[in-house]
């Protein structure tokens, strides 16, 4: 039998865990927005025209921060057509995913929406087509105390106006050539710095997110993000970076590793940050926001991103498996890892478009990633740990040997430890043992997510394929656990 151990000790702190690395991302994309949260037509619609369904099931998923509108769709997306009356919003070609948008649905909705659910909103700009100007107006309109004709048009419409938009990105993946406006990092630079400043003089408040790289393929990457926070200066809080993980080889083995990837780029862009802020002679120093992450591989092409004028199309409706669930367990226990700086993550997306959740018709569907990320609910309050890791290894064709059990531990203020570990073996088990420093560690509750076959869904057919299930732990000073191949589990023990 495989060993592994955890060494941790209580003192030995990586950083307290940010609620908002458990964000999500709702982008007007494919089926997201319509027939996602938003579908007055189903039975499941409730006085606002947003499905109760789709709500309750995001709601187990304890969503904190949620991204909005876009994703690539901002980049071409002006905010005046989203709000007042909505018999009065005008239809407007979509030119990011090649659809139409009715703006039936936008920032009043959205905010209404962010209140009724508790998630915190976290506005995208339009920095492609539209203009500081513009970007500063939509802060007015939103956060602004003034009295305004922008605030003015905020209280003649549907909004209550009381949930304010704490956080902004400045534009999105303004790096990558296929972005409606991209341009260089020098230009967005300049751009990007005088809608931070003019948003600041609106509400002083606000933290501002600097697009950084889209993709760490990029030719750009690194040199982007450095010449784009130089050029933001002390604007900037965060600095976004974005990763989608994929298992075009088919290899389950090597998917399994590719967690390894979000760490390595976890330590490139806190590098740049780290630099630019010593280069500043500033000790205020930006954080990495994680605002774009997810498996995604199946849909990703041209047939499957582009939508020919339908509406609502069904665009990148990826279905998942449990070797899917498990990378994605392995993205949150990195951000975890590195709570020290990376403080905003949000999986894109929540509902239908990259999403946990699949609506068809009237009916939903919870999806293997689904399972994983629940698994981290009631688990996430207190201080990530570091962890020391003794034990055996498995190959990766990209990174070397690499642990065979990838974890994190969280250390909550009422001495509860949390634990998450995937085993990234395809055929052999392991006992995980966790040693906490001077703690005598008593078992309170342990899930596992495994299925003998890693390419399991959940489907229509058979939606309960991939459940995570009760597992088993002992107790005493080194607790051990037996994890079969290819899964995940998260277990919480008292300490005393």
Not at 33 to 55: F, I, K, N, Q, T
Not at 62 to 85: A, E, L, Q
Not at 135 to 157: F, H, K, P, Q
Request: charged share 20%.
């Amino acid at each position: 039998m495989n060993k592994a151990t955890f060494n941790l000790h209580p003192r030995h702190h990586a950083g307290p865990v940010d609620p908002r690395i458990f964000g999500g991302f709702l982008e007007h994309m494919g089926r997201a927005v319509y027939e996602g949260v938003y579908d007055p037509s189903s039975v499941h619609a409730d006085e606002y025209g947003c499905r109760s369904d789709v709500l309750a099931a995001l709601a187990e998923l304890d969503f904190t921060v949620m991204r909005y509108p876009g994703g690539n769709f901002v980049s071409n997306y002006h905010w005046r057509d989203g709000v007042g009356p909505v018999d009065t919003r005008p239809t407007r070609r979509e030119l990011a995913w090649g659809t139409i948008e009715p703006n039936t649905f936008g920032t009043n909705e959205f905010l209404d929406l962010c209140q009724r659910t508790g998630w915190s909103p976290m506005f995208a700009v339009n920095l492609g087509t539209g203009s500081p100007e513009e970007a500063a107006d939509w802060v007015e309109y939103t956060n602004g105390s003034l009295v305004t004709d922008i605030t003015g048009e905020r209280e003649s419409g549907s909004t209550s106006g009381t949930t304010k938009v704490p956080l902004w990105c400045l534009g999105n993946e303004m790096d990558g050539p296929w972005q409606i406006g991209h341009m260089p990092a020098s230009e967005y630079g300049t751009k990007a710095r005088q809608a931070a400043h003019m948003m600041k003089l609106v509400d002083p408040s606000i933290e501002l997110v600097v697009s950084g790289t889209s993709l760490p393929d990029n030719p750009t990457y690194l040199d982007w993000d450095r010449e784009a926070l130089e050029a933001v200066g002390g604007f900037a809080d965060y600095l976004s970076t974005h990763r989608y993980l994929d298992n075009w080889s088919n290899d389950t083995a090597a998917f399994l590793t590719s967690g390894v990837a979000v760490d390595r780029q976890i330590a490139e862009i806190d590098a740049v940050c780290r630099y630019v802020a010593a280069r500043r002679r500033s000790s205020r120093r930006p954080y990495i926001a994680f605002d774009e992450w997810n498996v995604w591989y199946r849909t990703r092409n041209r047939s499957g991103m582009w939508a020919d004028g339908t509406f609502p199309a069904h665009l990148v409706e990826e279905v998942y498996d449990l070797q899917d669930a498990l990378v994605c367990a392995q993205f949150l226990m990195s951000f975890i890892r590195n709570a020290d700086v990376v403080k905003i993550a949000n999986i894109a997306q929540i509902v239908n478009v990259i999403a946990p959740v699949l609506t068809s018709g009237d009916n939903l569907l919870r999806q293997s990633i689904f399972e994983a990320l629940s698994m981290f609910v009631g688990r996430r309050n207190g201080t990530s740990l570091y962890m020391g890791y003794d034990g055996s290894l498995v190959p990766s064709p990209d990174f070397g040997d690499v642990a065979m059990v990838d974890g994190a531990a969280i250390l909550s203020d009422d001495h509860e430890l949390h634990i998450y570990a995937v085993n990234r073996s395809v055929d052999e088990s392991v006992d995980l043992q966790v040693n906490l420093s001077g703690g005598h560690l008593e078992t309170l509750s342990v899930e596992l997510l495994h299925h003998s076959d890693p390419t399991t869904q959940n489907t229509w057919d058979n939606p309960d394929a991939v459940r995570r299930v009760s597992g088993e732990m002992s107790n005493g000073p080194q607790p051990v656990v037996t994890l079969p191949p290819h899964s995940f589990l998260a277990a919480t023990l008292s300490v005393s």
